[in-house]
């Protein structure tokens, strides 16, 4: 058999290929000049398909986690990207075809990998207590050699302390205790209403879990911490077991169900656990979160209906006009019986992903960043082949000011998420830089840009020319150079 990616829709338009190449590149060519003090490694990961899907719905969800590193060394700068070796991309390559079938439809796969895990680490990285860890959220995390991305464990649970079956994609820290936190969805398999909160002290041990239920199974994509409390959105993107049976992908959008905001105290045991009611609505990220008293704020990219197209839904169309997120702040008072949640649309621009200055996680902050769509601005779709919002500026916002700045990448590109890396650790909120990959659709490239966090409309001070064109990723995050030097 072949290995042909021609046939499926999800290779198409701009993306016609699969990327999977393992690439290293030493010093790469910079247009301006890569800021002197510029010392850690950005990575990104993208999903990556190593085989064609066996299924034509599959979603682009599915690909096989493929990560990229930029390490940056005081004004120079090294590339270097790699397969996640996941259970699933030893057990696929060695067979030379795909074994694993439709998304998270373990029913799908073949019947000599339902014992390996589906994970396909493609989601998100976080580097916490000297570990790099590769993310998807249906499965326990993989570890990976912060400087050589090497794969150490396929499978991590913490010596044996998880006992969730799955541990999200969006763990916070929080850098005033050095603790992570994670929520653990569908944890006692797909499917199942279980989710488990875990915390992770500063030396990496898993010392904290809470159990609880939701409403009903569905996506639990990210979620908030604040300095006392944990909370999370349940959104109608639920799992869909007659859809699973027949085949299909895992979740469909069921606008009949509504959204719940659950509360509960961080470090607690999951008994005070409140939950407030909302209309149908989507929200998959979190910029940041906190606390003021006994009320709760979290900002969220925040939609009327689902954000993602390639999901079946239930009851209506898909529509562009509602899938639409803004930067909301959802927020709820404990101390009142209130049994709604409040929300409140802080700015006008339409984007997703939104990042913030991850110093802040979970205590008050002012400054928070989003790659958002200009209308004003649409990309020609002829050449990014791309039916939806394409994400064309990106944008920070001062919420002392209520002021947004922004970077707009030109017509004949696109851009992928933006990250904020600190100018030193010590630099006041939101100095630094903003890094992110921009497609480049006429020249078949991918640049890495970095701009001043603060001077947006200028533009970059440094780009990064690629000779490749990788494909849209999903998240990144930063790791300082001392760190890694620590390891
Ligand atoms: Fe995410």
Known sequence: MSVDFSHNPIFSGPFAHSFRAEVDIHDCEVEGELPADLDGAFYRVQPDFIYPPTYANDVPFNGDGHVSMFRFDHGHVDFKCRYVRTQRYKAQ??????????????????????????????????????????????????????????????????????????????????????????????????????????????????????????????????????????????????????????????????????????????????????????????????????????????????????????????????????????????????????????MEVLYPEIGVLPRTDERYWGHPYNVGFMPVTDLSKRLDDTLTGNTGLVLNTWTRFDHNTHKSTSFYVGNTSSLQECQFIPRSQNAPEGSGYLVGLANRHVEQRSDLLILDAEQLDAGPIATVKLPIKLRNGVHGHYVPGNLLAEK
């Open 93 to 342: 390559t060695q067979a030379r075809r795909a074994l694993y079938g439709t998304y998270r439809n373990r029913a799908t796969d073949d019947p000599g990998v339902r014992h390996l895990s589906g994970g396909t680490a493609n989601t998100n990285l976080i580097f916490h207590a000297g570990r790099l860890f590769a993310l998807k959220e249906d499965s326990p995390p993989v570890l990976m050699d912060p400087n050589t991305l090497e794969t150490l464990d396929d499978y991590y649970t913490f010596g044996g302390r998880l006992k969730s079956e799955t541990f999200s994609a969006h763990p916070k820290i929080d850098y005033a205790t050095g603790e992570m936190f994670n929520i653990c969805y569908e944890a006692k398999g797909n499917g199942t209403t279980d989710v488990c909160f875990v915390g992770i002290d500063k030396t990496g041990e898993l010392n904290w879990e809470a159990w609880i239920k939701v409403p009903y199974a569905g996506m639990l994509h990210d979620f908030a911490i604040t300095e006392h409390y944990i909370a999370f959105l349940v959104i109608p993107m639920a799992v869909n077991m007659e859809q699973m049976r027949k085949g299909g992908v895992h979740f469909a959008w069921d606008s009949t169900l509504p959204t719940w905001f659950g509360v509960l105290r961080r470090g607690g045991d999951g008994s005070d656990l409140r939950y407030f009611k909302g209309p149908e609505r989507s929200a998959t990220h979190v910029m940041n979160s906190f606390c003021d008293g006994t009320r709760i704020y979290a900002d969220m990219d925040m939609s009327q209906g689902n954000q993602f197209p390639f999901f079946p839904m239930l009851h209506e169309q898909f529509d562009f006009k509602r899938a639409a997120g803004r930067l909301t702040r959802v927020s709820v008072d404990l101390s009142k019986s209130a049994e709604t949640y409040d």
